[in-house]
């Protein structure tokens, strides 16, 4: 007995109907989710050509009997609904039976399959080969136990879509993402990705997602991840199912279930120019999604500088009926019931994995950052030939791409290199950045370097040694001195620590404003004479609508005619000539958005105020400022990093010294 059927009319017509194959990669995507949804425990993806030439996919699933093999070719053909009602709770990754029938129609397609359960399990296999919709043959064969699709010649029927396809490594480098995220969903099944003679991704079955970024990335990407778990009981259904009037009148009302989170967030130094790492998983489905996107990117506001991303891979799980995936063809999209509620337990638990990490910047991962580093990279443009694609989604998730501070937008960013990460953890790359290394620095930076026997004249340093520091290891840092007037070294036990004072002390004034703010009462003064500012066309729009937010944080301006401003009452701590530089910055990055939030300018007021108030670089200051700002950075809630992202303080652990001068 077969399993599919053709969707009534009536149902067909309540799916999210639209054209799913695009590019090679969602036909992948497409068959993937076939193999998932067929049960399959072992998954192995063959390419050619970046999928134009070919594209394979081989499962261990349950297979079809012959009556579904042909009917799976039908629109509207399938196995997983049957009734709009089923539409509510849509536990599979299919349901509109489209794929298979829209992948036949422009490509030539081989099928064989073979059905593993009940009475049909001693029944031979069957082969269907269909080239732009026309079945062209079906036969019994000898076959082993689950399905195996082979889709050649993408688009050959239609010459202007093929036309459209990017270069065969871009292809690949798609495909070569799609499978290692869903390798990434699954760790307890066995994926495989082959492109002709290369094996890209081999993926056998693991314990869980920590394990398995482990095998796909490696131990550095998995150190720079900070892992997610948390589980919210939903206080009520999203919609509850059957609906009540069809209820027995003594049955249970059901459990309103509970939301599931884990995964990964990447810590703040890892930074992206785009939205390409993140990858928000729905219970088992690769989703693009608005709503989680805000969320994240509210979870690492001022943590991380506007406009560069995080990495970070959601696996989100919750009762199907919560989340309704009949909403874009590509089911792509979705929509939450409770989309507040998800939202904000996004956001709260990502930044509290933040907060609770609160990460210090190693030296090593600095001093990768540095300018003359490598050339600028554009993610995904590097892709060329299959191991670069291989390379390329490996990459995504390398760290070491931090800012080098050239400025908001115009970072650069390190070149491709995996091999290089465990050589950054030596310090070779300080003698590239600071000419004035030391000569013994030099010396130990051969990463193959061995401790060196100390024939009894190092006795080891009694001390346990704790690799990690905490928040309260800055409470205890002690000022040496300046170096060039512009970083504090200090010293604990942890180790010797550089912190920057301009972006230390921008911090400490940044949450101070906040607080304030907060209670409406932040610090003002009345200059001597009212400063006046001209403002362009754009700006006096801006200034329209931030000027009562600019009230709340200490400002009083009047405005003369339309393009001048009269400032009278500013924040205290700003010179005249910083507030001039910081309302013409605040205006200008307000210009061009098209609707203001006032949160975040709110934010964006106080990380301005901060950084024009703060202590410069080239500044001398004596022992006791010192010790005051590290005693102030040390109460604030996230000492590690400026309000733009940038790192505050560089630790060299005593394990780094330790290695360093070969005791370890
Ligand atoms: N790899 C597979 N193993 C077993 N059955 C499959 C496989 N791929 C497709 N099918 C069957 O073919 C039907 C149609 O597939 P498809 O066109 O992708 O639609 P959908 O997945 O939306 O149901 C599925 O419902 C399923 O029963
Ligand atoms: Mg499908």
Known sequence: MGRIHVLSEQVANKIAAGEVVERPASVVKELLENALDAGATRIRVDVEAGGKRLIQITDNGCGMVRDDALLCFERHATSKIRTDLDLNTIATLGFRGEALPSIASVARVHLETRATTGETQNSAGTLVEINGGNILRVEEAGLPQ???????????NTPARRKFLKAESTELSHIATLVTHYALAHPEKHFELHSATNALLMAPPVAGYRERVYQVFGKDTLDSLLSIAAVLPFDRMGLPHPPPWRREADAEPPEPGELRLRGFASKPELQKLNRNSIYIFANGRLIRDRLIQHAITEAYRNILPNGVFPVVLLFLEMPATEVDVNVHPSKTEVRFRQSVVVHDFVRDTVRAALMKNRPV???????????TASPALTPGAQAAGFLAAAQAWREQYAPGQSPSGNGPGGFFFQAPSIASLSARLNFEGSIVVDANAAVPVAQISNPQAQRIPDNGCAPPIPEAIEDEPTLESLRTLRPLGQIRNSFILA???????????????ERVLFEKILRLREVKKVESQRLLLPLIIDLTPAQQAVFAEIADELNSNGFEADTFGSSTLAIKVAPSGLEAAEIERMLHELFDQCTGEQALNMELVRTRIAASIACHAAIKVNMPLEQNKMEWLLAELARTDFPFSCPHGRPVVLRYSMKDIQKAFKRI
């Open 146 to 156: 689950g399905t195996s699709i082979a889709v050649r010649d993408l688009f050959f």
């Open 361 to 371: 910047p190693q030296f090593a991962s600095e001093i990768a950052a540095h300018p």
């Open 491 to 505: 010293v604990n036990e942890d180790g010797l620590w550089i912190v920057d004072q301009h972006v230390a002390h």
